[in-house]
Protein backbone atom coordinates (compact mmCIF):
# COMPACT_ATOMS: atom_id res chain seq x y z
CA UNK A 1 0.00 0.00 0.00
CA UNK A 2 2.91 2.41 0.77
CA UNK A 3 4.31 2.21 -2.17
CA UNK A 4 0.98 2.83 -4.85
CA UNK A 5 -0.10 6.02 -5.83
CA UNK A 6 -3.85 7.15 -6.60
CA UNK A 7 -5.17 10.09 -8.24
CA UNK A 8 -8.57 10.75 -6.58
CA UNK A 9 -11.70 12.15 -7.76
CA UNK A 10 -14.08 13.66 -5.40
CA UNK A 11 -17.14 14.97 -7.16
CA UNK A 12 -15.74 17.48 -9.57
CA UNK A 13 -12.08 18.11 -7.79
CA UNK A 14 -9.71 15.55 -8.54
CA UNK A 15 -6.80 15.58 -5.56
CA UNK A 16 -3.26 14.41 -7.20
CA UNK A 17 -0.40 12.46 -5.90
CA UNK A 18 -2.20 10.28 -2.59
CA UNK A 19 -0.02 7.93 -1.90
CA UNK A 20 -1.42 4.30 -0.48
CA UNK A 21 -0.83 4.99 3.33
CA UNK A 22 -2.86 8.59 3.36
CA UNK A 23 -5.84 6.71 1.28
CA UNK A 24 -5.85 3.62 3.76
CA UNK A 25 -5.96 6.22 6.59
CA UNK A 26 -8.60 8.32 5.57
CA UNK A 27 -10.64 5.12 4.90
CA UNK A 28 -10.07 3.42 8.10
CA UNK A 29 -11.32 6.55 9.67
CA UNK A 30 -14.14 6.82 7.62
CA UNK A 31 -13.38 10.12 5.97
CA UNK A 32 -14.18 8.39 2.96
CA UNK A 33 -17.03 6.10 2.78
CA UNK A 34 -17.97 3.44 -0.12
CA UNK A 35 -19.44 5.39 -2.84
CA UNK A 36 -17.95 8.03 -2.12
CA UNK A 37 -15.01 8.67 -4.47
CA UNK A 38 -13.58 7.52 -7.76
CA UNK A 39 -9.56 6.84 -7.72
CA UNK A 40 -7.21 6.15 -10.53
CA UNK A 41 -3.81 3.99 -10.22
CA UNK A 42 -0.94 2.96 -13.23
CA UNK A 43 -2.00 -0.45 -14.51
CA UNK A 44 -6.12 0.66 -14.79
CA UNK A 45 -7.60 2.45 -17.63
CA UNK A 46 -9.80 4.75 -16.65
CA UNK A 47 -11.27 5.59 -12.82
CA UNK A 48 -13.31 3.03 -10.40
CA UNK A 49 -14.64 3.28 -7.29
CA UNK A 50 -12.48 2.83 -4.40
CA UNK A 51 -14.31 0.31 -3.18
CA UNK A 52 -13.56 -2.10 -6.15
CA UNK A 53 -10.06 -2.33 -6.09
CA UNK A 54 -8.59 -5.22 -4.53
CA UNK A 55 -6.15 -3.62 -2.40
CA UNK A 56 -8.87 -1.25 -0.39
CA UNK A 57 -11.68 -3.59 -0.17
CA UNK A 58 -10.31 -4.93 3.51
CA UNK A 59 -10.03 -1.40 4.20
CA UNK A 60 -13.66 -0.94 3.99
CA UNK A 61 -14.21 -3.87 5.58
CA UNK A 62 -12.85 -3.24 8.22
CA UNK A 63 -14.67 0.63 8.89
CA UNK A 64 -18.18 -1.33 8.28
CA UNK A 65 -17.18 -3.84 10.87
CA UNK A 66 -15.71 -0.75 13.24
CA UNK A 67 -19.46 1.08 12.43
CA UNK A 68 -21.51 -1.90 13.11
CA UNK A 69 -19.30 -2.78 16.52
CA UNK A 70 -19.72 0.80 17.70
CA UNK A 71 -24.06 0.59 17.37
CA UNK A 72 -24.43 -2.53 18.75
CA UNK A 73 -22.11 -0.92 22.28
CA UNK A 74 -24.63 1.77 21.71
CA UNK A 75 -27.93 0.25 21.54
CA UNK A 76 -27.41 -2.80 23.75
CA UNK A 77 -30.41 -3.81 25.92
CA UNK A 78 -30.59 -2.67 29.47
CA UNK A 79 -29.50 -5.30 32.10
CA UNK A 80 -32.16 -7.49 33.69
CA UNK A 81 -33.50 -7.74 36.95
CA UNK A 82 -34.95 -10.97 38.45
CA UNK A 83 -34.03 -12.46 35.07
CA UNK A 84 -37.11 -11.70 33.86
CA UNK A 85 -37.76 -7.59 33.97
CA UNK A 86 -35.39 -5.21 32.37
CA UNK A 87 -34.64 -1.70 34.09
CA UNK A 88 -35.85 0.23 31.33
CA UNK A 89 -37.43 2.88 32.60
CA UNK A 90 -35.74 5.07 35.35
CA UNK A 91 -36.80 8.40 37.04
CA UNK A 92 -34.15 10.85 38.14
CA UNK A 93 -35.32 13.32 41.16
CA UNK A 94 -32.88 16.03 41.97
CA UNK A 95 -33.19 19.55 41.95
CA UNK A 96 -29.77 20.01 40.23
CA UNK A 97 -31.18 20.88 36.74
CA UNK A 98 -28.10 20.28 35.11
CA UNK A 99 -27.19 17.26 36.91
CA UNK A 100 -30.30 15.91 35.55
CA UNK A 101 -29.69 16.64 32.00
CA UNK A 102 -26.35 15.57 31.97
CA UNK A 103 -27.54 11.95 33.48
CA UNK A 104 -31.06 11.57 31.01
CA UNK A 105 -28.64 12.35 28.32
CA UNK A 106 -25.57 9.67 28.62
CA UNK A 107 -28.19 6.64 30.36
CA UNK A 108 -30.62 8.02 27.38
CA UNK A 109 -27.37 6.69 24.90
CA UNK A 110 -26.69 3.40 26.79
CA UNK A 111 -30.77 2.28 25.95
CA UNK A 112 -32.64 3.64 29.15
CA UNK A 113 -36.01 5.66 28.63
CA UNK A 114 -35.22 8.74 31.70
CA UNK A 115 -37.10 10.95 32.79
CA UNK A 116 -36.25 13.80 35.47
CA UNK A 117 -38.13 16.08 38.03
CA UNK A 118 -36.79 18.72 40.33
CA UNK A 119 -39.42 18.15 43.49
CA UNK A 120 -41.21 16.08 45.52
CA UNK A 121 -44.66 17.39 44.21
CA UNK A 122 -43.90 16.58 40.92
CA UNK A 123 -42.07 13.21 41.53
CA UNK A 124 -45.58 11.60 42.89
CA UNK A 125 -47.05 12.65 39.47
CA UNK A 126 -43.79 11.39 37.51
CA UNK A 127 -44.17 8.23 39.70
CA UNK A 128 -48.09 7.31 39.14
CA UNK A 129 -47.66 8.55 35.19
CA UNK A 130 -43.79 6.25 34.21
CA UNK A 131 -44.05 3.75 36.87
CA UNK A 132 -40.46 3.11 36.51
CA UNK A 133 -37.74 0.42 37.06
CA UNK A 134 -35.75 2.46 39.33
CA UNK A 135 -35.29 5.84 40.54
CA UNK A 136 -32.07 7.75 41.84
CA UNK A 137 -33.27 10.03 44.53
CA UNK A 138 -31.78 13.12 45.85
CA UNK A 139 -32.55 14.09 49.34
CA UNK A 140 -32.69 18.02 50.14
CA UNK A 141 -35.63 18.91 48.06
CA UNK A 142 -36.94 22.30 47.48
CA UNK A 143 -40.51 21.50 48.88
CA UNK A 144 -39.27 18.45 51.51
CA UNK A 145 -36.90 15.97 52.79
CA UNK A 146 -36.62 13.28 50.01
CA UNK A 147 -36.50 10.54 52.44
CA UNK A 148 -40.30 11.08 53.22
CA UNK A 149 -41.06 9.91 49.75
CA UNK A 150 -39.45 6.67 49.78
CA UNK A 151 -42.29 4.33 51.74
CA UNK A 152 -44.46 6.48 48.90
CA UNK A 153 -42.78 4.60 46.34
CA UNK A 154 -42.59 1.53 47.33
CA UNK A 155 -46.24 1.02 48.30
CA UNK A 156 -47.26 2.56 44.96
CA UNK A 157 -44.70 1.21 42.92
CA UNK A 158 -43.21 -2.27 44.89
CA UNK A 159 -41.08 -3.52 42.22
CA UNK A 160 -39.34 0.07 41.84
CA UNK A 161 -35.72 0.13 42.58
CA UNK A 162 -34.98 3.18 44.94
CA UNK A 163 -31.31 4.37 44.82
CA UNK A 164 -30.76 7.61 47.04
CA UNK A 165 -27.93 9.70 46.14
CA UNK A 166 -27.13 12.57 48.24
CA UNK A 167 -24.24 14.64 49.85
CA UNK A 168 -25.71 14.49 53.28
CA UNK A 169 -24.54 10.37 53.84
CA UNK A 170 -24.13 9.94 57.37
CA UNK A 171 -23.95 6.23 58.36
CA UNK A 172 -27.66 7.30 60.29
CA UNK A 173 -28.82 8.69 57.34
CA UNK A 174 -28.01 5.70 55.31
CA UNK A 175 -29.40 3.24 57.66
CA UNK A 176 -33.10 5.15 57.65
CA UNK A 177 -32.77 4.89 53.65
CA UNK A 178 -32.43 1.05 53.83
CA UNK A 179 -34.76 0.46 56.30
CA UNK A 180 -37.74 2.87 54.68
CA UNK A 181 -36.94 0.78 51.34
CA UNK A 182 -33.55 1.90 49.35
CA UNK A 183 -31.86 -0.31 47.80
CA UNK A 184 -28.65 1.71 48.26
CA UNK A 185 -26.71 4.89 48.50
CA UNK A 186 -24.84 6.55 46.29
CA UNK A 187 -22.46 9.64 47.88
CA UNK A 188 -22.43 13.04 45.79
CA UNK A 189 -20.38 14.06 44.13
CA UNK A 190 -20.46 10.78 41.48
CA UNK A 191 -19.59 10.43 38.25
CA UNK A 192 -21.49 8.92 35.16
CA UNK A 193 -19.39 5.56 36.20
CA UNK A 194 -20.99 5.33 39.10
CA UNK A 195 -24.49 5.38 37.81
CA UNK A 196 -23.69 3.05 35.51
CA UNK A 197 -22.22 0.35 37.99
CA UNK A 198 -25.01 1.27 40.15
CA UNK A 199 -27.14 -0.29 38.08
CA UNK A 200 -25.23 -2.82 36.81
CA UNK A 201 -25.04 -4.07 40.05
CA UNK A 202 -28.45 -4.12 40.91
CA UNK A 203 -28.56 -6.58 37.74
CA UNK A 204 -26.16 -8.50 39.30
CA UNK A 205 -27.71 -8.99 42.84
CA UNK A 206 -31.52 -9.36 41.52
CA UNK A 207 -30.49 -12.43 39.26
CA UNK A 208 -28.39 -13.51 41.85
CA UNK A 209 -31.45 -14.01 44.11
Not at 43 to 57: F, N, Q, T, V
Not at 94 to 120: A, F, I, P
Not at 135 to 140: A, E, G, Q, R, T
Not at 170 to 186: D, T, V
Request: aromatic share 6%; charged share 30%.
Amino acid sequence: MKGLKYDIRRGADTYRAIWGSRLAKWITTGKIKTGEIVVWRSGLSGWRRAEELEELIPLFREQEKRLKETEIREHKPAPKVNGKKQIRKILLIDDEKDLCWLLTDVLNKKGYNVTSVNSRKTALTALVKENPDMVILDLKLPDGDGMNIIPKIKKNNADTVICVASAYGSIKKKEEAKQKGAFNFIDKPFTVTDILKNIVSVSNLQQGN
